[in-house]
């Protein structure tokens, strides 16, 4: 395994255009979390699944955002009607759940840029 | 706020120097862990230290934990110019949870 990928890399789009974001974790994890991160700024939580159940969302994210994992492998992030201000990193992590024996750290893919002109 | 909030928000030294980086925070922690991040990448964990151990060492890394303090400290010896980065916390609540990352430290290691 190579590790967190993420697709695509890079996104420019217009205001008001749909994007959709692509993670692959790493096969062994079934938990895979999206953060956002804009410059300067520490990674934002946004939502976290295990397996296919998504556990928690955070309350900054709009009815505008949707994130699935249809089958507890790989996830997507869907935006809807894109404004300039989710202009950001979208980085996805996975790991083990963490317990009393684990610890849970997460594993980064190198994120999806969005850029909305 | 779950937040950590770190301490410096930049910090700059020259090779050899030794960095020292603060995370102070508010909730009761399982754990809090250490990541790095180079400009425009993906982070890397670095360490972690749970909530009833004092101190670890790994390699040229030292991170302390102060619960009654509610605070963390890295400690990076012997600085390399291959050390420039963005340093983050990232705590873990006591019910396993999700992780929630500090501001950050930006770290400039001069030749």
């Known amino acids: 395994d190579t590790g967190v990928s993420q697709d695509p890399r890079h996104k420019i789009t217009k205001r008001g255009q749909n994007v959709t974001f692509r993670c692959d974790p790493i096969s062994e994890h079934n938990r895979l979390y999206w953060y956002r991160q804009t410059l300067g700024q520490g990674p934002e939580f946004l939502t976290y699944f295990q397996n296919e159940a998504q556990l928690e969302k955070s309350r900054l994210l709009s009815d505008r955002f949707s994130a699935e994992r249809p089958k507890g492998s790989f996830s997507t992030l869907e935006i809807q009607r894109t404004e300039q201000g989710d202009s950001a990193m979208y980085l996805c992590a996975s790991s083990f759940p963490p317990s009393t024996a684990n610890t849970g750290e997460l594993f980064f893919g190198e994120g999806s840029r969005l850029t909305v002109l | 706020s779950q937040q950590g909030e770190e301490d410096p928000q930049a910090l700059s030294i020259q090779e050899g120097e030794n960095a020292t980086m603060n995370c102070s925070y508010k909730t009761s922690i399982n754990n809090l862990q250490w990541y790095r991040q180079n400009s425009g990448r993906g982070l890397v964990h670095l360490i972690l230290i749970r909530s009833n151990e004092r101190e670890k060492h790994s390699g040229r890394l030292r991170v302390t934990l102060d619960t009654s303090k509610k605070s963390s400290s890295l400690l990076i010896t012997a600085s390399r110019a291959a050390d420039t980065a963005s340093y983050f916390c990232?705590?873990?609540?006591?019910?396993?949870?999700?992780?929630?990352f500090g501001t950050g430290t930006r770290l400039l290691v001069s030749p």
């Open positions: 990232a705590l873990r609540n006591t019910g396993f949870q999700k992780l929630v």
